[in-house]
C-alpha cells in the first residue's frame, strides 16, 4: 500500500485523543473495563455518540490475554447495537489507525473511532513475544524480546553508531520528559541498573504495564467542526522487512525510512517526532533511519520507554504527536509505531497544522 | 482492591506444521549434523535456509551445504536463561554466519562468561545428542580456535547439495508452546463469582437501558456505558431455548444424550448456560421453569432441574431468546 494519492483525495484528521493512565497492574479491571473510559473520554471530546462513528477499528493481541478472539469482549465497551462497521488488527492500534484512514480516503466513512489495549501484566510480556517469532527456526528457542533487542543494540555498539553512555542518554532525556507526562508508566531520573540482557540495562528496556488508547478521526469541513485544530494526516505508510533477523541489517530500519519517505516525511521538516522505540538502542536506529538532528524535538511524551503497552504504544505515538498539534505545540509532527522483533514492521505518519493567522 | 479474584491459567498446546521443500531439507540435514542453506538468483546463500527469496520473492530450492563453523555477527549476554532456551546456564545469544552462508543464524552460545564472547569469535557447532529434525538438533555453538570438529568438512563456499538424507525425510515439526498467566476477571466478574461462591446469582443492571446482565461483565454491550447496580437474580429461571448434546466430552462425566439450555434467571435481561438434569431429554421444553443444584463443594450450579411449576407463558420470555 502507499500513501499517495492520485485524483483529490480527502483531507482526513485526528480530532481527539484520549488515553489511560499506564501502570504495571490493573488486577481490578477487565479488559473493557479498562478500555471503557478511555473510550467515553475521547467521544465526549468530540461530543460524539457511537451512532455518529462511521467506522470503528482496534487493536490488540490475544496472545496478552491468553484468550481466544479477546478483542470482542472489549468492543462491549464500544456500545454496539444497533449493529456498527467494525474491524480489527492483532497488531498495534496503528495499523488500525491505517485502515481507518483508508477508509476514510475512500469515501466508506466521515469519521472513525480507533483504539488499542494491552494487558501485559496477566502474563510475561518477555515470553509471549516469542510467540511471534518464525515457528520453524527462531520460536523453539523461545529468544525473548530483550535478548532480541540486545542483539540489535550490540550490532549498533560494534558499528560505532553508539556507546553504551549513549544509550543511557536516551534512556535519561526520555525519563525526564515524561516526568510532564500524567499518563506515563515510569517518570522522572531512574538508574540504569543492571543488565538484563548484555548489552541493554533496565534503563535502557521499556517498562511493561497495562494501557488503552482511542482516537477520533474524521474528513474535511467535519473535522473542523469538531476540532479547534485538527491534525491533518498529511500521509502514512507502512513497510515490512523480512522476518528472519540474519537476514537483515540491524543497524539500520529501511522499512522506516521508505514508509517515512512514502509519507511525505522529508518533503518538509518536521519540528517534532514521537518515535515507538521500546528500547534505546532502537531509538538510535530510528533517528539514523529518519535523518532527524538535534533541531527535531523527539519523544516529549517520553515514548515507550516511558509507557509501552504492548499493541497500544504505537498508536499513542500518534495520539501524543495529534494531541501536540492540537494544542498549537506543533506544527508539522511525525508519528512512528513498529511491530516485531528488532523494528521489523514500521509505520510513519505525518500531523499537520493548518497555519495559525 | 485486594478483593479481587486471580486465578494461574496455563495455555499449553503443540502447533504441529508441515514443511515445505527447503525446510524439509534444512531440518533432515541438521538431524544427520549437515547444515543446508539455499542460494538465491543473485547468489546469495541464505541460512536458515527460506522458500521464498526476502528481496524478490523468487521461489528458492537450490541448496547447498555450508559448514558447521562460523563467524558470530552479533551476540547480547543472557545472565539468566528462561524456561524453553536452549541453556539452562548463563549463555550468549548469538547471529552466527556460518562458513559458506550469507545471512545469520540465530542460536546459542555456551561461553563461561561475557568476557569470552565477541563480534568475529569463531564458533561451531554442538550437536544435540538426540536428533530429531528440528532447529534444537543445533544444541548451540561454542567457541572454535582449532582443528575442525569432528571430521566435518571445512570448506568456505558453499557446495552443491541434493537435499537428500538416509532415513524418512522430516515433512513437519511440532512446537510445543505454553505461556502462563495470572488471570483476573475485573470488578463485575469478581463480584458474580464471589456471590456464586455463597449460591448466590448477581447481575448488572445498564444505567442506560436497565438491562440486567448475568453474569456481568461490566459494560453494557448495547449501550457501551459501564454497568454498576447490582442486582440480585434468580435463584429459579426459564429455558428460553435449549439443544440435545450426542456427542461425549473428553474428561466430563455426563452421559449422552443431556440438554443444554438458555436459562433466562428470573429478574436477568439474559440468559446464561446450563445443563438441565431431573427430567428425560426428550421432555425439556421452551418455558419450562427451572432451578439451580449445586453440589456439595461445586463454585457454579451443576445443572439446573424442574421446579414443577407450571410452564412459563411465551410472552415472558420471548424478548431473552
Same mark, same amino acid.
Given at each position: 500500500?502507499?500513501?499517495?494519492?492520485?485524483?483529490?483525495?480527502?483531507?482526513?484528521?485526528?480530532?481527539?485523543?484520549?488515553?489511560?493512565?499506564?501502570?504495571?497492574?490493573?488486577?481490578?479491571?477487565? %479488559?473493557?473495563?479498562?478500555?471503557?473510559?478511555?473510550?467515553?473520554?475521547?467521544? %465526549?471530546?468530540?461530543?460524539?455518540?457511537?451512532?455518529?462513528?462511521?467506522?470503528?477499528?482496534?487493536?490488540?493481541?490475544?496472545?496478552?490475554?491468553?484468550?481466544?478472539?479477546?478483542?470482542?469482549?472489549?468492543?462491549?465497551?464500544?456500545?454496539?447495537?444497533?449493529?456498527?462497521?467494525?474491524?480489527?488488527?492483532?497488531?498495534?492500534?496503528?495499523?488500525?489507525?491505517?485502515? #481507518?484512514?483508508?477508509?476514510?480516503?475512500?469515501?466508506?466513512?466521515?469519521?472513525?473511532?480507533?483504539?488499542?489495549?494491552?494487558?501485559?501484566?496477566?502474563?510475561?510480556?518477555?515470553?509471549?513475544?516469542?510467540?511471534?517469532?518464525?515457528?520453524?527456526?527462531?520460536?523453539?528457542?523461545?529468544?525473548?524480546?530483550?535478548?532480541?533487542?540486545?542483539?540489535?543494540?550490540? *550490532?549498533?555498539?560494534? *558499528?560505532?553508531?553508539?556507546? %553504551?553512555?549513549?544509550?543511557?542518554?536516551?534512556?535519561?532525556?526520555?525519563?525526564?520528559?515524561?516526568?510532564?507526562?500524567?499518563?506515563?508508566?515510569?517518570?522522572?531520573?531512574?538508574?540504569?541498573?543492571?543488565? /538484563?540482557?548484555?548489552?541493554?540495562?533496565?534503563?535502557?528496556?521499556?517498562?511493561?504495564?497495562?494501557?488503552?488508547?482511542? /482516537?477520533?478521526?474524521?474528513?474535511?469541513?467535519?473535522?473542523?467542526?469538531?476540532?479547534?485544530?485538527? #491534525?491533518?494526516?498529511?500521509?502514512?505508510?507502512?513497510?515490512?522487512?523480512?522476518?528472519?533477523?540474519? /537476514?537483515?541489517?540491524?543497524?539500520?530500519?529501511?522499512?522506516?525510512?521508505?514508509?517515512?519517505?512514502?509519507?511525505?516525511?522529508?518533503?518538509?521538516?518536521?519540528?517534532?517526532?514521537?518515535?515507538?522505540?521500546?528500547?534505546?538502542?532502537?531509538?538510535?536506529?530510528?533517528?539514523?533511519?529518519?535523518?532527524?538532528?538535534?533541531?527535531?524535538?523527539?519523544?516529549?511524551?517520553?515514548?515507550?520507554? #516511558?509507557?509501552?503497552?504492548?499493541? #497500544?504504544?504505537?498508536?499513542?505515538?500518534?495520539?501524543?504527536?495529534?494531541?501536540?498539534?492540537?494544542?498549537?505545540?506543533?506544527?508539522?509532527?511525525?508519528?512512528?509505531?513498529?511491530?516485531?522483533?528488532?523494528?521489523?514492521?514500521?509505520?510513519?505518519?505525518?500531523?499537520?497544522?493548518?497555519?495559525?493567522? | 482492591?485486594?478483593?479481587?479474584?486471580?486465578?494461574?491459567?496455563?495455555?499449553?498446546?503443540?502447533?504441529?506444521?508441515?514443511?515445505?521443500?527447503?525446510?524439509?531439507?534444512?531440518?533432515?540435514?541438521? !538431524?544427520?549434523?549437515?547444515?543446508?542453506?539455499?542460494?538465491?538468483?543473485?547468489? @546469495? $546463500?541464505?541460512?536458515?535456509?527460506?522458500?521464498?527469496?526476502?528481496?524478490?520473492?523468487?521461489?528458492?530450492?537450490?541448496? &547447498?551445504?555450508?559448514?558447521?563453523?562460523?563467524?558470530? @555477527?552479533?551476540?547480547?549476554?543472557?545472565?539468566?536463561?528462561?524456561?524453553?532456551?536452549?541453556?539452562?546456564?548463563?549463555?550468549?545469544?548469538?547471529?552466527?554466519?556460518?562458513?559458506?552462508?550469507?545471512?545469520?543464524?540465530?542460536? =546459542?552460545?555456551?561461553?563461561?562468561?561475557?568476557?569470552?564472547?565477541?563480534?568475529?569469535?569463531?564458533?561451531?557447532?554442538?550437536?544435540?545428542?538426540? !536428533?530429531?529434525?528440528?532447529?534444537?538438533?543445533?544444541?548451540?555453538?561454542?567457541?572454535?580456535?582449532?582443528?575442525?570438529?569432528?571430521?566435518?568438512?571445512? +570448506?568456505?563456499?558453499? $557446495?552443491?547439495?541434493?537435499?537428500?538424507?538416509?532415513?524418512?525425510?522430516?515433512?513437519?515439526?511440532?512446537?510445543?508452546?505454553?505461556?502462563?498467566?495470572?488471570?483476573?476477571?475485573?470488578?463485575?466478574? @469478581?463480584?458474580?463469582?464471589?456471590?456464586?461462591?455463597?449460591?448466590?446469582?448477581?447481575?448488572?443492571?445498564?444505567?442506560?437501558?436497565?438491562?440486567? +446482565?448475568?453474569?456481568?461483565?461490566?459494560?453494557?454491550?448495547?449501550?457501551?456505558?459501564?454497568?454498576?447496580?447490582?442486582?440480585?437474580?434468580?435463584? !429459579?429461571?426459564? $429455558?428460553? @431455548?435449549?439443544?440435545?448434546?450426542?456427542?461425549?466430552?473428553?474428561?466430563?462425566?455426563?452421559?449422552?444424550? +443431556? &440438554? +443444554?439450555?438458555?436459562?433466562?434467571?428470573?429478574?436477568?435481561?439474559?440468559?446464561?448456560?446450563?445443563?438441565?438434569?431431573?427430567?428425560?431429554?426428550?421432555?425439556?421444553?421452551?418455558?419450562?421453569?427451572?432451578?439451580?443444584?449445586?453440589?456439595?463443594?461445586?463454585?457454579?450450579?451443576?445443572?439446573?432441574?424442574?421446579?414443577?411449576?407450571?410452564? =412459563?407463558?411465551?410472552?415472558?420470555?420471548?424478548?431473552?431468546?
Amino acid at each position: 500500500m502507499t500513501g499517495e494519492f492520485t485524483g483529490a483525495p480527502r483531507d482526513v484528521a485526528i480530532v481527539a485523543c484520549a488515553q489511560s493512565d499506564h501502570r504495571r497492574r490493573t488486577d481490578e479491571l477487565s %479488559e473493557v473495563e479498562m478500555l471503557m473510559p478511555v473510550l467515553h473520554e475521547v467521544l %465526549e471530546r468530540t461530543g460524539l455518540t457511537t451512532a455518529d462513528i462511521g467506522f470503528t477499528c482496534s487493536g490488540s493481541s490475544d496472545y496478552l490475554a491468553g484468550r481466544a478472539f479477546s478483542f470482542t469482549l472489549a468492543l462491549d465497551g464500544v456500545g454496539a447495537w444497533p449493529p456498527i462497521s467494525e474491524s480489527h488488527v492483532e497488531m498495534d492500534g496503528a495499523w488500525a489507525l491505517y485502515e #481507518a484512514w483508508i477508509k476514510l480516503l475512500t469515501g466508506e466513512a466521515d469519521t472513525a473511532l480507533v483504539y488499542a489495549y494491552g494487558k501485559s501484566s496477566p502474563g510475561s510480556v518477555r515470553d509471549v513475544l516469542t510467540r511471534q517469532l518464525d515457528p520453524y527456526y527462531a520460536a523453539p528457542l523461545w529468544p525473548d524480546s530483550v535478548a532480541l533487542a540486545a542483539l540489535q543494540a550490540q *550490532a549498533l555498539l560494534d *558499528a560505532g553508531h553508539a556507546d %553504551e553512555p549513549a544509550l543511557a542518554a536516551v534512556a535519561a532525556r526520555s525519563r525526564d520528559a515524561a516526568a510532564d507526562n500524567a499518563h506515563a508508566q515510569l517518570r522522572g531520573a531512574r538508574p540504569q541498573g543492571e543488565y /538484563v540482557v548484555r548489552p541493554l540495562r533496565t534503563g535502557d528496556c521499556p517498562p511493561v504495564g497495562d494501557g488503552a488508547v482511542a /482516537v477520533v478521526l474524521s474528513a474535511g469541513d467535519r473535522a473542523r467542526a469538531l476540532c479547534a485544530r485538527p #491534525a491533518w494526516i498529511r500521509g502514512m505508510d507502512h513497510r515490512v522487512e523480512a522476518h528472519s533477523l540474519g /537476514v537483515r541489517d540491524l543497524t539500520d530500519s529501511p522499512s522506516t525510512r521508505l514508509a517515512a519517505e512514502r509519507a511525505g516525511a522529508f518533503v518538509r521538516p518536521v519540528d517534532t517526532a514521537e518515535l515507538h522505540a521500546p528500547f534505546t538502542s532502537q531509538e538510535v536506529v530510528l533517528r539514523r533511519a529518519l535523518r532527524l538532528d538535534d533541531g527535531v524535538l523527539v519523544n516529549p511524551s517520553g515514548g515507550a520507554l #516511558a509507557a509501552n503497552p504492548v499493541m #497500544a504504544a504505537g498508536l499513542i505515538r500518534v495520539a501524543e504527536a495529534a494531541g501536540r498539534v492540537h494544542r498549537g505545540a506543533s506544527d508539522r509532527a511525525l508519528a512512528h509505531a513498529t511491530s516485531g522483533p528488532c523494528l521489523q514492521q514500521n509505520l510513519v505518519a505525518v500531523l499537520e497544522g493548518e497555519s495559525r493567522v | 482492591m485486594s478483593d479481587v479474584l486471580s486465578a494461574p491459567m496455563v495455555v499449553e498446546f503443540p502447533f504441529t506444521r508441515s514443511l515445505g521443500p527447503v525446510q524439509s531439507a534444512f531440518l533432515t540435514g541438521l !538431524r544427520a549434523r549437515t547444515v543446508l542453506g539455499v542460494r538465491t538468483t543473485a547468489g @546469495t $546463500v541464505l541460512v536458515p535456509p527460506v522458500e521464498y527469496d526476502p528481496e524478490t520473492a523468487a521461489e528458492l530450492r537450490d541448496l &547447498v551445504e555450508v559448514a558447521a563453523t562460523g563467524t558470530v @555477527t552479533t551476540w547480547a549476554w543472557n545472565p539468566a536463561p528462561r524456561r524453553g532456551q536452549p541453556l539452562d546456564t548463563p549463555f550468549a545469544w548469538v547471529l552466527v554466519r556460518l562458513d559458506g552462508a550469507d545471512t545469520a543464524l540465530l542460536h =546459542a552460545l555456551d561461553a563461561p562468561g561475557p568476557d569470552a564472547v565477541r563480534t568475529g569469535l569463531r564458533v561451531r557447532v554442538r550437536w544435540a545428542a538426540e !536428533r530429531t529434525g528440528a532447529i534444537t538438533d543445533i544444541a548451540c555453538f561454542e567457541a572454535y580456535e582449532g582443528e575442525p570438529y569432528g571430521g566435518e568438512p571445512t +570448506y568456505r563456499q558453499a $557446495v552443491p547439495h541434493s537435499g537428500e538424507f538416509t532415513g524418512d525425510a522430516v515433512t513437519g515439526v511440532v512446537a510445543p508452546a505454553r505461556l502462563d498467566y495470572t488471570y483476573t476477571p475485573g470488578r463485575a466478574q @469478581t463480584a458474580y463469582l464471589a456471590a456464586l461462591a455463597e449460591r448466590r446469582a448477581v447481575g448488572e443492571r445498564c444505567p442506560r437501558c436497565r438491562k440486567v +446482565y448475568v453474569p456481568p461483565r461490566g459494560a453494557c454491550p448495547t449501550c457501551g456505558v459501564a454497568t454498576t447496580e447490582q442486582v440480585e437474580v434468580g435463584p !429459579r429461571g426459564t $429455558v428460553t @431455548t435449549f439443544c440435545v448434546v450426542n456427542i461425549k466430552a473428553k474428561n466430563l462425566d455426563i452421559e449422552v444424550p +443431556y &440438554v +443444554y439450555a438458555h436459562i433466562a434467571l428470573d429478574g436477568a435481561d439474559l440468559a446464561l448456560h446450563g445443563r438441565i438434569g431431573g427430567i428425560p431429554y426428550d421432555q425439556v421444553r421452551m418455558g419450562l421453569r427451572v432451578e439451580p443444584v449445586w453440589t456439595e463443594d461445586g463454585r457454579h450450579p451443576d445443572h439446573y432441574r424442574p421446579t414443577g411449576e407450571p410452564d =412459563a407463558d411465551y410472552d415472558t420470555y420471548k424478548e431473552l431468546l
